[in-house]
């Protein structure tokens, strides 16, 4: 199921009515299945994902941040408006935890992606300011081969000049080996870069996709 898209009308974003932590979703729970579209946001541990999903959803602790890698370890449905649902998955890589530990996060997380009939694109957070680590590159490839076409948003992108922040997009998308076509967008929480243009592929995936 392909994500790519092309936006060619801009529209307003969603105003935000309404915001439930609708779900949590551990090791051993069953996956729901929503009448809702789902969008989910991945990256590897310390991406600032739950930053990036504050901004979002102009909250400021809404999603718990923490400044210790590996605080998300539930798969967290957000109901916005009763209309979709954003979905924050534990991050990959953290190296506090056990193998035996990471590896039932991974199978949960596999689960998800595997039986959601909801799930119609994943957003991959990859930090601006590195190269994609090998675990970057074999989550990406991973969900392409499940049938998905990532969006990805650079996190970050305040820590880094223009001018290299250009550079780290191109190496991004070159190790990643990104489809072609592939949106990179680069994102601040602190400045709320790209916090719009995010809006609009989820505007765009809430409006013109149906389950």
């Not at 649902?85 to 530990?101: F, I, N």
């Amino acid at each position: 199921m392909s994500a790519t898209c092309c936006i060619t009308e801009r529209k307003e974003a969603m105003v935000i009515k309404s915001l439930e932590l609708e779900t949590v979703c551990g090791i051993t729970s069953t996956i729901p299945q929503n009448d809702k579209i789902e969008m989910a946001f991945w990256g590897r541990s310390n991406v600032g994902k739950s930053s990036l999903i504050n901004t979002l959803l102009n909250r400021k602790s809404f999603a718990r941040i923490s400044s210790q890698p590996g605080k998300t370890q539930t798969i967290n449905y957000y109901n916005i408006n009763d209309l979709c649902y954003m979905v924050d998955l534990p991050g990959y890589g953290y190296a506090k935890v056990s193998r035996e530990v990471a590896a039932k996060w991974m199978k949960m997380i596999e689960k998800y992606l595997d039986t959601s009939e909801a799930l119609r694109v994943v957003f991959l957070l990859i930090d601006i300011r590195h190269e994609p680590s090998a675990n970057d590159i074999k989550m990406y490839q991973m969900l392409l081969n499940k049938g998905f076409n990532p969006l990805i948003i650079a996190t970050k992108a305040d820590k880094v000049s223009k001018n290299v922040r250009n550079k780290n997009i191109a190496i991004i998308r070159k190790k990643l080996e990104a489809v072609e076509g592939t949106p990179i967008i680069p994102f601040s929480s602190h400045t709320r870069e790209g916090k719009e243009e995010v809006w609009e592929y989820i505007d765009y995936f809430v409006n013109e996709i149906s389950l």
